[in-house]
T-cell receptor, first 112, second 113 residues
Framework: EDKVVQSPLSLVVHEGDTVTLNCSYE??????LLWYKQEKKAPTFLFMLTSSGIEKKSGRLSSILDKKELFSILNITATQTGDSAVYLCGAAGGTSYGKLTFGQGTILTVHP | DGGITQSPKYLFRKEGQNVTLSCEQNLNHDAMYWYRQDPGQGLRLIYY???????QKGDIAEGYSVSREKKESFPLTVTSAQKNPTAFYLC????????????FGSGTRLTVV
């Protein structure tokens, strides 16, 4: 059974802190690892990682994939209150290649 | 603007009733998906459709049904056979079946009363 596990499940920090969110996966026929941010309703796309060891960056957010250890991290530096959200990790693959298996999500709360 | 529209945003259902959630996209995407979100469990796949007139069961299809008669539309029916239907339902689409950058709708919160 395909499985994605995120940690921690929740995290409370203050503005300016740096956070690291973790995602481990066990997915047959693995293709890609995706990160989404869900602020209220609709998750929005952050990163798609396909190659191991290549960091992707967007402003204060960055992510990297380790296909040997079946692991990805999402880093957020200099956090702001607007970063408060649920961060979802999804692994693409499985017996149906188009399918995304999601983790439980990490609830990030950033206090002023 | 292109996007996915889910309606209604909130829905109340009495036990024993079927209810249909609407999902419409104007992105010209081939693939569409329905996910269920419960607290602490992330997103779980209910049904997916790779192309119009085709759909497949996901991980938790029991008690649900779908149709894909038009490319733009992928309605989900929650039947009375679904034992625990209270949840947040998200519809998503992608350009092709194996392109993973999903676009999500804003969701429908279903409550059984």
């Amino acid at each position: 059974e395909d499985k994605v596990v995120q940690s921690p499940l929740s995290l409370v920090v203050h503005e300016g802190d740096t956070v690291t969110l973790n995602c481990s996966y066990e997915v047959t026929n693995f293709r890609s690892l995706l990160w989404y941010k869900q602020e209220k309703k609709a998750p929005t796309f952050l990163f798609m990682l396909t190659s191991s060891g290549i960091e992707k960056k967007s402003g204060r957010l960055s992510s990297i994939l380790d296909k040997k250890e079946l692991f990805s991290i999402l880093n957020i530096t200099a956090t702001q209150t607007g970063d408060s959200a649920v961060y979802l990790c999804g692994a693409a693959g499985g017996t149906s290649y188009g399918k995304l298996t999601f983790g439980q999500g990490t609830i990030l709360t950033v206090h002023p | 603007d292109g996007g996915i529209t889910q309606s209604p945003k909130y829905l109340f259902r009495k036990e024993g009733q079927n209810v249909t959630l609407s999902c419409e996209q104007n992105l010209n995407h081939d693939a569409m998906y329905w996910y269920r979100q419960d607290p602490g469990q992330g997103l779980r796949l209910i049904y997916y459709s790779q192309i119009v007139n085709d759909f497949q069961k996901g991980d938790i299809a029991e008690g649900y049904s779908v149709s894909r008669e038009k490319k733009e539309s992928f309605p989900l029916t929650v039947t009375s056979a679904q034992k625990n239907p209270t949840a947040f339902y998200l519809c998503a689409s992608s350009i092709l079946w194996n392109s993973y950058g999903y676009t999500f709708g804003s969701g429908t919160r279903l409550t059984v009363v």
